[in-house]
């Protein structure tokens, strides 16, 4: 069963708007939850990630929020632009890269 | 600097073929990954090598084979490919495994087994 559920599978935002993407775990061993980046062609690439030490962190126009007693974060991507179309990855890990855990996945269109 | 090289990009297969994918990193990384990336799935570890000489199972292991040829290169083996393998593969590289270093990914091989 997947570690990290994710949602929403798809999200359409206007230009300018907010994106909000939601992650959820169960194992709370897990101490460290990047986001990864995908544009259609290309692997994914790191955009910002947390520990659980910290409630929000924060790089531009990217925050991840952090809830560790629900066992949820999130992504916000703040004025929403075409250029941030891609599909973005949650994930969470307890000690290492090797034990890795992504989410789904959820696919942002940001339109003109 | 071209950081994660895969190669081939696109492969079509037959049930029962093997093949090796090929990852090579120029960022003097320790550590290398495979992973399989499937819609509905997110990506999911087959093996990785957290340094030169070493190699351990991931996630979903069954069915590859891995070598860490060197510092650089890292492949990837099916030796009997099935159509359950149909999947993009990702190779990555960090500088170490442990401490959460950052992932820098390859841009896939697409691989198809008919």
């Known amino acids: 069963q997947q570690q990290v559920k994710q949602s929403p599978q798809s999200l359409i935002v206007q230009k300018g708007g907010i994106s909000i993407i939601n992650c959820a775990y169960e194992?709370?061993?897990?101490?460290?939850f990047p986001w990864y980046q995908q544009f259609p062609g290309k692997g994914p690439a790191l955009l910002i990630a947390i520990r659980p030490d910290v409630s929000e962190k924060k790089e531009g126009r990217f925050t991840i929020s952090f809830n560790k007693s629900a066992k949820q974060f999130s992504l916000h991507i703040m004025d929403s632009q075409p250029g941030d179309s891609a599909t973005y990855f949650c994930?969470?890990?307890?000690?290492?890269?090797?034990?890795?855990?992504f989410g789904a996945g959820t696919r942002l269109t940001v339109k003109p | 600097n071209a950081g994660v090289t895969q190669t081939p990009k696109f492969q079509v297969l037959k049930t029962g073929q093997s093949m090796t994918l090929q990852c090579a990193q120029d960022m003097n990384h320790n550590s290398m990954y495979w992973y399989r990336q499937d819609p509905g799935m997110g990506l999911r570890l087959i093996y990785y090598s957290a340094s030169e000489g070493t190699t351990d199972k991931g996630e979903v292991p069954n069915g590859y084979n891995v070598s860490r040829l060197n510092k650089r290169e890292f492949s990837l083996r099916l030796e009997s490919a099935a159509p359950s393998q149909t999947s993009v593969y990702f190779c990555?590289?960090?500088?170490?495994?442990?401490?959460?270093?950052?992932?820098?990914f390859g841009d896939g091989t697409r691989l198809s087994i008919l």
């Open positions: 990555a590289s960090s500088e170490w495994a442990n401490e959460h270093q950052p992932q820098h």
């Open positions: 194992n709370t061993a897990f101490d460290y």
């Open positions: 994930a969470a890990s307890k000690d290492n890269n090797n034990d890795m855990r």
